[in-house]
């Protein structure tokens, strides 16, 4: 499965958050998703792992989980054509204000 796949399952995207604050171990994850069953969240971590979005490590008897960073290396590339087009769009907005709020001040002396 393809990183966008996997990240677009709601409860594949709780996962990742829950990462976010450091690795985990299974059966944390598994609590962080109390409607879903063990069995479940087990599917939903290998999915994320098979993206190479998360990695495991055994532990004794336990599975730890951690977030793989450059796992995000192609949607962190696939957002940056849209950073790049709203911050054009954003810098003409400003720039447009600008004039306007220029053009305000240069009239607010005359009288009507």
């Known amino acids: 499965m393809d990183v966008f796949e996997a990240v677009a399952e709601p409860s594949r995207r709780t996962l990742l958050d829950l990462l976010l604050e450091g690795e985990r171990p299974a059966g ?6 109390p409607a879903l069953s063990q069995p479940a969240v087990s599917r939903h971590l290998r999915v994320l792992r098979d993206a190479g979005l998360v990695d495991v490590r055994v532990e004794a008897q336990r599975r730890i989980y951690a977030l793989r960073p450059t796992g ?6 696939w957002l940056e054509r849209y950073r790049r087009y709203w911050s054009g769009h954003l810098d003409a907005l400003e720039g447009h204000l600008a004039r306007r709020q220029q053009a305000g001040d240069d009239h607010e002396g005359e009288s009507t």
Request: without cysteine; glycine residues 8%.
């Open 28 to 33: 944390e994850l598994v609590a962080g998703l």
């Open 72 to 77: 995000f290396a192609e949607v962190e590339a």
